[in-house]
């Protein structure tokens, strides 16, 4: 798992990357997908915060900070947070499709800038207008109310016809300025305007995105990129149903160069595999475990480790056995070999005929069994049932 240095929150993360992200930093960027991928195998990222000596996941966000759902309560996080990025292999059953991708450098104080300079070519207009009344004032062939009101008088007209020359010269002088830093000043180009189109294959609730940029710049002092991470919330997703998503990534230094773009999507605790994500590979559900727990049995080399959900239980098949607070409320804990197979669970809701449908449930989810001493081991199991169901 890789580390990195203390990290400030803003609507983006600027960090620098310590080791290797993704499984090939050099592949090219992805191709577009024309048909939507089923079951589909990918290389995700695991976006983790040390909070408390302890590490989650991301799920969820307000405003411009992360909230965290951990252990039933929602944790804010700080400034001392540290963020730990790895990659690994995922499986999902989802897929979103994402076209008319648009990225470009851009000035961050940009639209800022051109509501000013809007602003001051109102202005301009206003004193234009005012000099014409003036000189027609001064000819005596006055029509109308002044469109500035000022404190007039005959002797004085000659006066506010300086003015108002004075005011739109220096108006023009401003305009003309903020124009040329936004044309010609490299030190605007601080961000990077992000758009494209996402179409998902099924309903998605609460939908959002981390968007990486691996970026180097003049003086850094290292030979690795620097990564910047921005979370973007997209809402809830329809079926096949587009919806365009628009973002920044900011906080970029001067003359910066962009190296690499990755995009992940998420909804709850799944991340989506989509048609900008690198080797994406067609797998069935058997076809994706075994692929799993052989790259887990193989190329895990970390501490132990509890076992992994593969797949959740789909919430819809507990309609008419269990409302959602019961499934809130109801925990499960049964015996997990070091192949994966699920055996004696236990449940109590209270109705024999309901446990026996829930364990016959629990039969059908896959689990990736416990890592001890670098090998898959047996492992007891006890978890509020809503942690397997989506």
Known sequence: MIRHRKIAFGLSIAISLGGVLFANSNDPQPALFDKPVE????????????????????????????????????????????????????????????????????????????????????????????????????????????????????????????????????????????????????????????????????????????????????????????????????????????????????????????????????????ELPSSLTTELLPMNDDEAYEYLYGYYVTNYSGPDRKPQLFEPLDIAHFEGVLSSSQIDRTKVSFQLNALGEISDIQVDTGNPQTDQQIRELILTVRFLPAIKAGVPAPSQVNIPLRRIVR
């Open 39 to 270: 079951n589909a195998m990918f290389r995700g990222i695991n976006l983790h915060i040390e909070y408390e000596g302890k590490e989650f996941p991301v799920m969820g966000f307000e405003d411009e900070r992360f909230l965290i759902p951990y252990e039933g309560k929602l944790k804010r996080v700080s400034h001392e947070n540290q963020l730990k990025l790895k990659s690994s292999p995922k499986f999902s059953t989802k897929y979103i499709h994402v076209e008319d991708l648009e990225v470009r450098p851009k000035a961050s104080q940009e639209e800022s800038y051109l509501t000013t300079i809007q602003a001051l070519e109102s202005r301009r207009s206003q004193w234009e207008a005012q000099l014409s009344y003036l000189m027609r004032a001064g000819s005596n062939a006055v029509f109308g109310s002044a469109p500035i009101q000022t404190q007039s008088s005959a002797g004085g007209i000659q006066e506010q016809i300086n003015e108002a020359e004075d005011n739109i010269l220096q108006i023009r002088d401003q305009i003309q300025d903020m124009e040329e830093q936004l044309l010609f000043s490299d030190d605007l180009v601080d961000s990077l305007y992000i758009s494209f189109r996402v179409t998902p294959d099924t309903d998605m609730e609460e939908a959002y995105l981390f968007a990486v940029a691996q970026f180097t710049y003049p003086g850094l002092d290292s030979d690795k990129p620097v990564l910047n991470i921005l979370t973007k919330s997209i809402g809830d997703l329809e079926a096949h149903k587009p919806k365009k998503v628009r973002l920044w990534m900011g906080n970029f230094p001067k003359d910066f160069n962009v190296v690499q773009m990755q995009y992940h999507f998420y909804t709850g605790r799944e």
